[in-house]
Structure formats: structure tokens, C-alpha cells
Antibody, heavy 115, light 110 residues
């Protein structure tokens, strides 16, 4: 049973970089797409981007200029960096397996952008 | 790219059936059979209830079913139960290696 767990700071200052890591257990990261999704408080889900186990990345066009997704196969982890954050980036951030997220999601982590 | 269009709310009484729509374009919903539906209870992560338009994952009750016609996908919940009250989101592969989500529908069991 694949399990995902997000980790990272819960508070980020405006204009700084949001950095999160997703640790995958119960399966190898080297055989699928892996995605990041976010949900601002009280709002809808938003796809941020995905990474294939080969390292190929795809991003939401609206966030592309600020997003980097990478993976570390030795640690069975993949990561999200979102730079130049503003209050609008405050959200629960989820990691998930597959490009169109399937059955495996992390529990989510709230990141608040505030000084 | 615009989010897929869902009605903001839907409701039904216990035992009834409710259908939630998800409208996109020929570049996303209409162009691929990669539409998924998720159920989200407050404070919880989304749970997959339908994948690839109409496939039901193991453990999801057969009261949940999915279909697609043209650019609109639909989720039907039959025999409504109190625990079905939640937010429901659709998603679709949108070509050029991107994914879209819908705006979400709050299902109320009366």
C-alpha cells in the first residue's frame, strides 16, 4: 500500500520560496508520475504540476514561471519549490501519485504566507 | 486554461439519486477518457471515487457511477446516504501534459 507524506515549513514570508517534500513509502518512486496539488482555504483544488520518474516535468501554465518540481530517487522523495510567494499562495498542499491524481494522496500540509 | 465547470451545489434526500456534471471542452473532458472524480470531507484529503470516466476503485460502493457525453462528464450517486454529504471534484487530463480540476460541488443530503 503506497503512502505519501508531505513535510516542510508551515509558514513562509512573502517574496520568499515555499519548499515542500513528499516522502513515498510502500512503493518505488521510480515507476510513475507524481504530482502536487493545492487548495486555498474554502476554495477548489488546483493542479500545480507533475514529474515523471525520468525527471520530466509538467507545470500549470499559470504557475510555471515560479514552480520547480524535482525528485530524489535515492530517498524515494519528490519536492516542490514555489518562489516569490504572496498571500494568494496560502493553501493546503497535497502530493499525489499519477499525473491525473488517483487513489494515493498525502494528508496535506497547510502553508501560510505571512510576515 | 480554465477550470472545469461544476454546479456549486447539489442535494437529495436519503435513498434518492443525484447527478453532478463537469463540463469542459474538446481539449480536455471531450478529448480524453481521463476524467476522475473525488470525494472530500471537511479537513480531509480528496478520495478517488471514479477514474477514467467510469472505473470504480476497489472499496468504493457501486452506488457511485460515472459517465461522459461529449464535453460533459457526470457523477451519479444512487441510494444517497448521510455519509455521502461532501464536496465532489472532477479532474481531467487537458493535453500538453496538464491537468484541470473542476470548481467543486457541495452535495447535501437533506
Amino acid at each position: 500500500q503506497v503512502q505519501l507524506q508531505e513535510s516542510g515549513p508551515g509558514l513562509v514570508k512573502p517574496s520568499e520560496t515555499l519548499s515542500l517534500t513528499c516522502t513515498v513509502s510502500g512503493g518505488s518512486i521510480s515507476n510513475s508520475y507524481w504530482s502536487w496539488i493545492r487548495q486555498p482555504p474554502g476554495k477548489a483544488l488546483e493542479w500545480i504540476g507533475s514529474i515523471l520518474y525520468t525527471g520530466t516535468t509538467n507545470y500549470n501554465p499559470s504557475l510555471k514561471s515560479r514552480v520547480t518540481i524535482s525528485l530524489d530517487t535515492s530517498k524515494n522523495q519528490f519536492s516542490l519549490k514555489l518562489n516569490s510567494v504572496t498571500a494568494a499562495d496560502t493553501a493546503v498542499y497535497y502530493c499525489a501519485k499519477n499525473r491525473v491524481p488517483g487513489a494515493y494522496w498525502g494528508q496535506g500540509t497547510l502553508v501560510t504566507v505571512s510576515s | 486554461q480554465s477550470a472545469l465547470t461544476q454546479p456549486p451545489s447539489a442535494s437529495g434526500s436519503p435513498g434518492q439519486s443525484v447527478t453532478i456534471s463537469c463540463t469542459g471542452t474538446s481539449s480536455d473532458v471531450g478529448g480524453y477518457n481521463y476524467v476522475s472524480w473525488y470525494q472530500q470531507h471537511p479537513g480531509k484529503a480528496p478520495k478517488l471515487v471514479i477514474s477514467e470516466v467510469s472505473k470504480r476503485p476497489s472499496g468504493v460502493p457501486d452506488r457511485f457511477s460515472g459517465s461522459k457525453s461529449g464535453n460533459t462528464a457526470s457523477l451519479t450517486v444512487s441510494g444517497l446516504q448521510a455519509e455521502d454529504e461532501a464536496d465532489y471534484y472532477c479532474s481531467s487530463y487537458a493535453g500538453t501534459d496538464t491537468v484541470l480540476f473542476g470548481g467543486g460541488t457541495r452535495l447535501t443530503v437533506l
